[in-house]
């Protein structure tokens, strides 16, 4: 940070934009479209991409069809197969951010230590690591909720004498060939490169702590004739797109309601596609989930069973103890020794912005605000921080459908805030408080129905059960939700004719102002 003493310089703007990941920049080209050239998208990285970026990892993939994994007035014709590899995707958003030239927008190396709003400007003070001072009468968080990788405090971790990663900082100078090989879970990470590095360990030694449902992925590349239609012939993407979107969509009353006869022949298909792919029986028990299909991520796979058939390949089930110089030992005293360990374990998902530092109006602390987990009004925006939209924010997470059409319906919510901003001459505008209430209990009701809420444990609830990453209803109810902002939801606060936050009964309001 720059020395107290000297004031660092402001840079004006009317939004800033945190992060450049697929919302980051989805909103950059929609502001540019929207002829909103005085923005700034401020980006801890050295360039676009996000999650695309930074999970460069052997197999890395998408797991939802990607020709609905494209912006829709951006769509890709390009893809190369069903379900389109990290390289690929990161090349689309490079390419998204070349051809809407938001490029010169965009601060890479730019991490965001905290933001602060003033409510007599109305304007966000944003700061950077390097002591960089942003104002902004507009914030917007495109952070998202899977950009902190977690490695778990094991004992023993700091003596390892091999080389250890996270699947998401993928080591790649280090070579695998002929070693031996830990991996640590087996969430989708893990079970996109595990196939990939399998041949090249000499052992490699898997420790499940639960195992997954996981359902046959049909990828394969598309044919020459496909791709010629694909560019020829805009109809047929957009037909694929509306025929992928629509049939991940009936998929999701298995996670509506537990039990369900969609989740009970998911179920079935999933176990005779493990049963049909593992050769070893004995395996089979320690494979089968002992939750309900959906409780966490489904996975989608064709080669991380048939992986397991390996005789250089071990499921290790047995909890693990600690970690030694030389190995990784279970609960049952046995040591495996090993030369690298890859924690494929996750993501700090329940703390959204995190580690940044967020006050609102009056300094109310964001992290105070989310002191029994993160929530927002449709994922969006909550009382107290007025001008400020998060994209991929609290409960908007799918476990059936593509973020990527979640992030668009907020994006054009975000627009229209913006256009009645402009229109009506505001100074800010603030959810109300009672608006924030009705979600919150609407939001906790409909959770504690769906399938999430049952017996596991997942990156979409924190510690102590609260579901704070997924979005309760089918994308048709979010894009429905999502179509008009209602500002009568807001308080729309102007220079002189603003509705002002009300004061509760009693004294000073919510904020602490008087
Ligand atoms: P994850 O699904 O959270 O999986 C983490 C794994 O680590 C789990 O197997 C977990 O076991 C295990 N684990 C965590 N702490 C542990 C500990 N202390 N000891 C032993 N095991 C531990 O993480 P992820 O695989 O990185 O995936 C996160 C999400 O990213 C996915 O669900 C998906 O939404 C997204 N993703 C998408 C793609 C894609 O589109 N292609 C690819 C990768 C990831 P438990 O199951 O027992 O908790």
Redesign the pocket.
């Known amino acids: 940070m720059a020395d107290a003493s000297s004031k660092p310089a402001i840079r004006e703007c009317e939004v800033a934009i945190i992060g450049a990941g697929s919302a980051g920049l989805c909103a950059a080209m929609r502001l540019r479209l929207a002829g909103i050239d005085d923005f700034l998208v401020l980006e801890k990285s050295g360039g676009v991409g996000g999650t695309w970026r930074d999970?460069s990892y052997p197999g890395?993939?998408?797991?939802?069809p990607s020709m609905f994994y494209s912006f829709s007035f951006e769509v890709n014709t390009e893809w190369s197969r069903r379900y389109a590899q990290q390289p690929e995707i990161l090349d689309y958003l490079e390419r998204c951010a070349d051809k809407y030239g938001v490029r010169d927008r965009i601060r890479c190396n730019t991490e965001v230590r905290q933001a602060g709003f003033d409510e007599a400007s109305g304007r966000w003070r944003i700061e950077t690591a390097d002591g960089e001072v942003v104002s902004a009468g507009i914030l917007i968080n495109g952070t998202g909720q899977?950009n902190r990788p977690?490695i778990?405090g094991?004992p023993g971790h700091a003596a390892f004498r091999g080389t250890s990663f996270h699947?998401?900082r993928w080591d790649h100078e280090h070579d695998l060939r002929g070693g031996r090989v830990g991996v640590?879970?087996?969430?989708?990470?893990?079970i996109?490169f595990i196939p990939e590095i399998a041949s090249e360990a000499a052992e490699l030694y898997i420790?499940?702590?639960?195992a997954?449902w996981i359902v046959p992925r049909k990828d394969r590349p598309y044919t020459r004739f496909e791709s010629w239609l694909f560019k020829r012939l805009p109809v047929v993407p957009w037909l694929q797109r509306l025929s992928i979107w629509l049939k991940l969509e009936l998929r999701w009353p298995a996670f509506a309601r537990p039990g369900s006869l969609v989740a009970r022949l998911s179920e079935w298909a999933s176990l005779r596609h493990m049963r049909k792919q593992v050769a070893d029986p004995a395996l089979h028990p320690a494979l089968t989930p002992d939750y309900p299909l959906g409780c966490?991520?489904v996975l989608i796979s064709d080669d991380y069973y048939p992986t397991l058939n390996r005789d250089s390949v071990h499921l290790v089930t047995d909890p693990?103890g600690r970690i030694t110089a030389d190995g990784i030992v279970t609960r049952d005293g046995t040591e495996r020794e090993l030369d690298t360990i890859v924690f494929?374990?996750?993501?700090r998902?329940t703390e959204f912005l995190a580690p940044m530092r967020v006050r609102g109006r009056a300094g109310k602390s964001l992290a105070d605000a989310w002191g029994d987990g993160a929530e927002a009004y449709l994922g969006v925006t909550l009382p107290g921080f007025p001008n400020f939209f998060m994209l991929y924010g609290p409960n908007t997470?799918l476990g059936h459908n593509s973020i990527i059409f979640m992030i668009e319906r907020q994006v054009e919510y975000v627009m229209q805030c913006i256009g009645a901003i402009r229109a009506r001459c505001l100074k800010y505008l603030e959810l109300r408080p009672e608006v924030m209430e009705r979600w919150r209990r609407e939001a906790r009701t409909s959770l504690g129905r769906t399938v999430w809420a049952t017996s596991c444990?997942?990156?979409y609830k924190t510690a102590d059960g609260r579901i704070t990453n997924n979005w309760p209803y089918s994308t048709t109810t979010y894009w429905l939700r999502m179509r008009h902002a209602r500002l009568d939801e807001y308080h729309q606060v102007g220079a002189d004719t603003g509705d002002a936050p009300r004061t509760p009964a009693g004294g000073a309001n919510e904020a602490g102002l008087a």
């Open positions: 999970n890395a993939a998408c797991d939802v899977l977690f778990p094991i699947s998401a640590i879970g087996n969430g989708a990470s893990a996109q420790f499940q702590r639960s997954n966490k991520r693990i494929a374990t996750g993501f998902s997470n444990q997942s990156w």
